[in-house]
């Protein structure tokens, strides 16, 4: 296990130490890949610009070593994410400073263990880290059928490591899932063929609280999310065919909704007693399901394999595969509209902030929708990079985007903020 701090920000980061960690995080913080509220949605009051360039409404950019596609996430003045550097085989946490984008330190978790084979659109940093405002907790695919759960204080010190069990994924596929944070512990999941599971640890010792059986055709790659289900707060996720609620304290399913598909790679969204679900392979759907009457209130033959959607107001958006937009009224699901994006393969899901839908294309492109539940209200196109997989954030009245360049074959990655 390695820490690496660039000489020439050594006291900087002293200083950094010096404050108490309850200090750093802030209301609003993206302290996890879905946002401060889960749902994709940035706090309310963001100024955030429309337009940009690489010369133009640009705070700073930053090399990011390595390759990954975990979604940066924001506590306080910092900045994590995950990276691989594939020919030394390590994987890694790396900090950055929101203020100027400089390098504070470098966590390398693992040596060695990196799966032999994994989708070529996949990475061995595709899990967004998540925080509670002390600690950070990374999730990382080791060793082609394990997954290795890493807790670290803010400054980079390594406070525990917990092997939470197998994950065995058909074609080497890889893993994607992000963790989640519930009731004190760090819930994982593993949509694994055959004996699959969800399981808590507690996040402060790392010791395993509860673990529930998912028994799977299948791998899947749905992220799960915390949710207020008509006053209850529920484990939620999509995946192995069905939809379910578990109580965050002991992992208990309250509740299963059989539909769906075998493969899922986005995360539900929810108001009241209402889940909104899409995507999955090979299936092509998106619905509605009351989870107190456990059926579903509608239907509609589209899907939103990867890209998570977003609710505005009385609207769900949703961009499909190829680019196409959605938006469909929550109640009876009656398609309000559908348009087309810039043509391209997508991959990272839209965001809400300051007004506007932020989505990226995997080409770099860049789409800045105003909501309007009566047409596409595309205000601009952005261009950033050559190919984009992680979803961008909105935080501090900036967006931070993770950004691959090409120059012939070789590739490097860049952060960027973004904003005035």
């Known amino acids: 296990m390695k820490l690496f701090i660039p000489p020439k920000l050594v006291t900087a980061v002293f200083a950094y130490f010096v404050f108490s960690i309850s200090a750093i995080a802030g209301d609003g913080d993206w302290m996890n890949w879905r946002g401060p509220n889960g749902n994709g949605v940035a706090e309310d009051g963001q100024t955030l610009p429309v337009e940009w360039s690489e010369s133009k409404n640009v705070h700073w950019k930053a090399l990011i070593p390595g390759r990954?596609?975990?979604?940066?996430?924001?506590?306080?003045?910092?900045?994590?994410?995950?990276?691989?550097?594939?020919?030394?085989?390590?994987?890694?946490?790396?900090?950055?400073?929101?203020?100027?984008?400089?390098?504070?330190?470098?966590k390398i978790l693992l040596e060695g263990k990196l799966p032999t084979k994994i989708h070529r659109k996949n990475t061995h940093a595709s899990p967004s880290v998540v925080s509670d405002g002390k600690r950070v907790y990374a999730l990382f695919f080791v060793g082609g059928d394990?997954?290795?759960?890493?807790?670290?204080?803010?400054?980079?010190?390594?406070?525990?490591?917990?092997?939470t069990g197998r994950f065995y994924p058909e074609r080497s596929f890889g893993y994607g899932t992000s963790p989640l944070l519930a009731g004190g512990n760090v819930v994982v999941t593993s949509e694994s063929q055959g004996e699959?599971?969800?399981?808590?640890?507690?996040?402060?010792?790392?010791?395993?609280?509860?673990?529930?059986?998912?028994?799977?055709?299948?791998?899947?790659?749905?992220t799960p999310v915390l949710a207020n289900i008509n006053g209850s707060i529920q484990i939620v996720l999509n995946g192995a065919d069905r939809i379910a609620g578990y109580a965050p304290e002991s992992g208990k399913e309250i509740w299963s909704f059989s539909g769906g598909d075998p493969l899922i790679a986005n995360t539900v969204l929810w108001k009241d007693g209402v889940v909104f679900a899409s995507g999955g392979y090979p299936g092509i759907e998106t619905w509605a399901l009351d989870v107190e009457k456990q059926k579903a209130l509608w239907s509609f033959p589209a899907k939103c394999y990867e890209q998570s959607m977003l609710l505005v107001g009385d609207h769900l958006y949703g961009i499909a595969e190829g680019g196409v937009v959605h938006c469909w009224d929550i109640a009876d699901g009656n398609l309000r509209w559908r348009d087309r994006l810039t043509k391209g393969p997508e991959s990272a899901s839209p965001i809400l902030?300051?007004?506007?839908?932020?989505?990226?294309?995997?080409?770099?492109?860049?789409?800045?929708?105003?909501?309007?539940?009566?047409?596409?209200?595309?205000?601009?196109?952005?261009?950033?990079?050559?190919e984009i997989f992680a979803t961008p954030v909105a935080c501090q009245d900036r967006i931070l985007f993770r950004v691959a360049k090409y120059d012939g074959e070789e590739r490097s990655e860049t952060l960027y903020s973004i904003g005035f």
């Open 68 to 106: 990954g596609h975990s979604t940066p996430i924001v506590v306080g003045e910092r900045v994590f994410l995950t990276t691989a550097r594939e020919q030394e085989g390590t994987q890694s946490i790396l900090c950055y400073s929101i203020i100027n984008g400089e390098l504070l330190w470098e």
């Open 146 to 163: 394990r997954l290795q759960l890493f807790a670290l204080d803010l400054n980079g010190k390594e406070l525990w490591s917990k092997d």
């Open 196 to 222: 699959g599971f969800i399981a808590a640890f507690d996040s402060e010792s790392g010791e395993e609280v509860w673990r529930t059986i998912r028994t799977a055709e299948r791998s899947s790659h749905g």
């Open 353 to 386: 902030g300051g007004g506007h839908i932020y989505h990226a294309n995997e080409e770099g492109k860049i789409s800045v929708i105003k909501p309007n539940p009566d047409k596409l209200e595309l205000v601009a196109e952005n261009q950033l990079g050559d």
